[in-house]
Nanobody, 125 residues
Framework: QVQLVESGGGLVQAGTSLRLSCSASGRAFNGYAMGWFRQAPGKEREAVAAISRSGGETRYADSVKGRFTISRDNAKATVYLQMNSLKPEDTADYYC??????????????????WGQGTRVTVSS
């Protein structure tokens, strides 16, 4: 019912920036909490950032706090992840996810119902 498409990934050097976008199709985007997750080779999927349906609450993993910013534009049905000061350890496939139920910003993967296909971020030294 909800389709999510990520974009903006690529190959960049450490210390530079990228902005990921996740565009949603379907109805009632402004009723979804949204999250960004990432998964590196050989590692478990981890929560990176989350934002409530209104944008009033955000959460970040400690590893990205102060460097990454999640935001949303409900009029455009899009959620963003601005990634600054990128490090090689940020290399991963990044996924956006939607939760139609939460009034807050979930940080557990099982709380999300819809997932995009991912976009790859590679950060070189």
């Amino acid at each position: 019912q909800v389709q999510l498409v990520e974009s903006g990934g690529g190959l960049v050097q450490a210390g530079t920036s990228l902005r990921l976008s996740c565009s949603a199709s379907g109805r009632a985007f402004n009723g979804y909490a949204m999250g960004w997750f990432r998964q590196a080779p050989g590692k478990e999927r981890e929560a990176v950032a989350a934002i409530s349906r209104s944008g009033g609450e955000t959460r970040y993993a400690d590893s990205v706090k102060g460097r990454f910013t999640i935001s949303r534009d409900n009029a455009k049905a899009t959620v963003y992840l601005q990634m600054n000061s990128l490090k090689p350890e940020d290399t991963a496939d990044y996924y956006c996810a939607a939760d139609p139920d939460s009034m807050r910003a979930p940080n557990q993967a099982y709380e999300y119902d819809y997932w995009g296909q991912g976009t790859r971020v590679t950060v070189s030294s």
